[in-house]
């Protein structure tokens, strides 16, 4: 049973990059699935960040791409998002997820089947 | 981007009773189309996929129809443990965009 884990900073000062890792186990970051970060601001609806792939192939949301980079450790079964130049308004739960993968799905992706439990990141001086 | 659009976005309702939750997208997703739970301080929780593929260990109650523009949820026998926040999710196009959230509250 794959389990994803979020870890880093739950501080971070305002024009920084916070960065986090989401540790994968139970099962292999190099399966066929797309590894996902999602973010939640304190009330409010779900935020998909973006996603990578075991390749190294990356979709980001054009809303924060400028600022977002999202890469995959095989060695260490583990996956990571950074974001710079933070603000108040990156104050989130920040969530990693997989993508689930059923071949009779178009590309196989059909939504995501398993997520980390979320890690509160807040920017402030 | 394409917007999901979610209807109402919060109702109150009593166990036992048969609910309906909307979801719009602003162009056709075919049925690209994921619905999640999300209780207070967990993280959402996949129900159903491809618009009515329920995921496994997902309650027959939740049930998903629609394809194209328009899409619903219905949970036939509201449940104490269904009360909780709904969410839709487009995976037809990038960006993958969630709609706004529905909470289910009790009566």
């Known amino acids: 049973q794959v389990q994803l884990q979020e870890s880093g900073p739950g501080l971070v000062k305002p024009s920084g990059t916070l960065s986090l890792t989401c540790a994968v186990s139970g099962g292999s970051i190099s399966s066929s699935n797309w590894w996902s970060w999602v973010r939640q601001p304190p009330g409010k609806g779900l935020e998909w960040i973006g996603e990578i792939y075991h390749s190294g192939s990356t979709n980001y949301n054009p809303s924060l791409k400028s600022r977002v980079t999202i890469s995959v450790d095989k060695s260490k079964n583990q996956f990571s998002l950074k974001l710079s130049s933070v603000t108040a308004a990156d104050t989130a739960v920040y969530y990693c997820a997989r993508g689930g993968y059923d071949r009779k799905q178009r590309g196989g992706y059909y939504g995501m089947d398993v997520w980390g439990q979320g890690t509160t990141v807040t920017v402030s001086s | 981007a394409i917007r999901m659009t979610q209807s109402p976005s919060s109702f109150s309702a009593s166990t036992g009773d048969r609910v309906t939750i909307t979801c719009r997208a602003s162009q056709g997703i075919s049925s690209y189309l994921a619905w999640y739970q999300q209780k207070p301080g967990k993280a959402p929780k996949l129900l159903i996929y491809a618009a009515s593929t329920l995921q496994s260990g997902v309650p027959s109650r939740f049930s998903g129809s629609g394809s194209g523009t328009d899409f619903t949820l219905t949970i036939s026998c509201l449940q104490s443990e269904d009360f909780a926040t709904y969410y839709c999710?487009?995976?037809?196009?990038?960006?993958?965009?969630f709609g706004g959230g529905t909470k289910v509250e009790i009566k």
């Open positions: 999710q487009q995976y037809y196009s990038y960006p993958r965009t």
